[in-house]
């Protein structure tokens, strides 16, 4: 029992056999670079590769302060609902708040719409969970939350105890999604919190007409056929390889729950896109965007990134993704199509109730 309990207190308490025998000077010492980023995946569960976030819980005056600090934080509390029953209500008492979701379909411009959006809720009425694991959560935590954002796809619907859900998306060019998720993955270091990830490995060491080419790349739910994945199938779905007739009816799935959707965007009309949402939620005028984890400006925020030179859509390359868009191609289409006619309601309605 007491080896066992050893090695724990190695991982988030410093590294080697003497650990144990120094944690109680370490407590009262200020927390290291790898405290910090061993604090956030033993505590809070996820990664940290923000440096200025690791840097300022460096600057914490100990090791046992950056612990209190992790544990009483919002995002603790968060994960950890459970844990504070008192705080959380019987869901069946929030079924009728305003809640919205937004479908973050990756690479098409979202965390800068994420950031405008959740200006319109309370800090502790956003769900903090950004990946498709909402399922794990209970009704009763899911039930504190009024804004969803992340990279679910259409079944996260399903586990939020409302009546009424409103729902958000963004697309984007398909193929131009694909170079932009290239050149993202290309752009991160093989190390640290990255290492274990062989998308980014491949991405860092072929180009993109190869890397697209690779079966991990060709059976990553985020490269092959997203749309289709996201909005007509679930990303679970993906996983056990649906066959051809299940793809056709998780097409027209999609363009259904396209229709279905409160609003949405086009990440090419960008603020067309953003003033329209606002409209239909009956919001005052969209604030001013920032654009966030843009390729280009990753080395500037984190050294660890690397500059990454554009990507020209090649013959060769569009013949290797033909097929990762084929579904994606039709999805998007519909959708830009669908856009121009709400934009086209809308405008005829604001002419009639004008005087």
Known sequence: MWKSIRPVIGIFGGTGSDSFERSPLKFLESPTREDVLNGFRL?????????????????????????????????????????????????????????????????????????????????????????DKLHLLTAAELGHYDFYSGHFDRSCLCVIPRNTIKTLTLLREPRARLISLYRFLRSHPTRD???SDPVIRLANELRAERFFATREARTHYAISNHYLTALGGSYAWFGRSPAKEELSAALEEAKRQIHALTA???????????????????WPSPPGMESLYVTDKLSKQDARFQRVPPVSMTSELAAVIADLVAYDDEIYRFA??????????????????SP
């Open 43 to 131: 505590i809070l569960g996820r990664d940290l590769s923000d440096e200025n976030a690791i840097n300022e819980h460096m600057r914490l005056g100990s090791f046992d302060q950056l612990r209190r600090v992790l544990l009483g934080s919002e995002e603790f509390k968060g994960r950890y609902r459970a844990m504070f029953p008192e705080e959380y209500p019987h869901p069946s008492l929030s079924m009728r708040r305003d809640t919205l979701v937004f479908i973050h379909l990756q690479k098409t411009g979202g965390s800068s719409l994420r950031t405008m959006l959740e200006k319109q809720f309370p800090p502790d009425r956003r769900c903090p969970i950004r990946d």
């Open 193 to 195: 919190e990255f290492a």
């Open 336 to 353: 830009v199509s669908e856009f121009e006619r709400r934009l086209s309601v809308l405008s005829d309605t604001r002419e009639a109730a």
């Open 264 to 282: 949405f965007g086009i990440t090419e009309r960008f603020a067309e896109s953003a003033t329209y949402i606002w409209r239909t939620l009956n």
